[in-house]
């Protein structure tokens, strides 16, 4: 039987008729000469821009990913690369600053936001590779690596590394670059950025067992990153201006989720048919919700982001002040 596109055959479909500009890619370098390593913190700030809006979702942080091998060895140098989701695993704590308050504030911030990347669709992780989501040729491949003394190893020692057209490609584009999106979801998910609005980021880069993956023979390697860049993108509408600026002098209210790591450790086997976990001393007037992360036990230098234990949980049982919660 025919039917017709849609119920009611004058409707259209939905399209935007009030803001259309075009985009504008703005890239500002941070500092080209020097670089960060492990435990250092990085306070960017995002700038006020004149005369212009910045698009929600389109900040971000991009650098040149550098390993340095602690003896001239470039027969184990292949065998030390990134782990899987770079752009996750080098943040350890996730500051965010409106003006002079701190809104967001996350500790061992690499695990929440790995574990949340694990529910993109496997389109999304596929399309991740910048933010270094990608399988281990390319994370073998997408790195440079330096002797101690500053000189960079080889790379004919990955030129036999076999890929295929398809990571050719990738790493002809992306080489050794890698993206940390500036997505918080306060400023993901309401309006464009106004110069009014004050907002900085510090992020602090994690140590090296979060981020390298390396054999016995490497010994202890390290990391660099280097010549970052602050990347967005801007339109300019003097009416839509106006209307943000004349909502944040009246007053917005902005929802997001805020998330906070409970600092606490509960060793759970994989035999064990039930178990208890204590949560006190913390200083919240509410809580949306407990999300408990089980991680596998991982050596130093082998760590999989991508292995997370599925507990199989049948019945939660929640006790507050010595009652169970109905």
């Known amino acids: 039987m025919e039917t017709e596109s849609y119920v009611n055959p004058y409707r259209l479909k939905k399209t935007s008729v009030y803001f259309k500009e075009k985009r504008e890619k703005q890239v ?30 389109t900040i971000a942080l991009s650098f040149d990913m550098k390993i340095i091998l602690p003896e001239n060895d470039s027969k184990t140098a292949l065998h030390v690369f990134p782990v899987n989701n770079l752009a996750a695993s080098i943040i350890f704590r996730y500051i965010v600053n409106v003006g002079t308050q701190t809104v967001f504030d996350l500790d061992k911030a690499y695990l929440y ?31 440079k690596r330096f002797n101690p003394d500053g000189k960079e190893i080889d790379d004919t020692i990955t030129s036999g590394f076999v890929v295929n057209v398809d990571e050719k490609i990738l790493i002809d584009v992306y080489k050794n670059r890698y993206i940390i999106p500036l997505d918080f979801k306060a400023i993901l998910n309401y309006m464009p950025l106004l110069s ?71 060793n759970v086997k994989k ?40 507990q199989r949980i049948k019945e939660t049982k929640i006790c507050m002040g010595g009652e169970v919660a109905k």
């Open 196 to 266: 009014d609005l004050e907002v900085n980021f510090k992020l602090t880069i994690s140590e090296i067992k979060y981020v390298l993956n390396y054999p016995d023979a490497a010994k202890r390697p390290s990391f660099r990153i280097k010549k970052l860049k602050l990347e967005y993108e801007t339109v300019r509408d003097k009416q839509l201006q106006q209307e943000i600026s004349n909502a944040l002098t009246a007053g917005v209210q902005f929802f997001f989720d805020r998330v906070y790591y409970y600092d606490r450790v509960f």
């Open 271 to 310: 035999e064990d048919k039930e178990f208890s976990a204590t949560i006190s001393d913390v200083a919240r007037k509410s809580s949306k919700g407990l999300l408990l992360i089980f991680e596998d036990d991982f050596e130093k230098r082998r760590r999989n982001l991508d292995r997370f234990i599925n």
């Open 113 to 143: 936001i790995v574990y949340k990347d694990m529910w993109l669709s496997k389109k999304s992780r596929k399309n991740a590779v910048f933010k270094g989501i990608q399988n281990i040729s390319l994370r073998k491949r997408r790195v």
């Open 28 to 57: 500002i370098n941070l500092n080209n000469k020097e670089s960060f390593y492990p435990k250092r913190t990085l306070c960017i700030k995002v700038p006020r821009v004149e005369d212009a809006l910045i698009v929600p979702g």
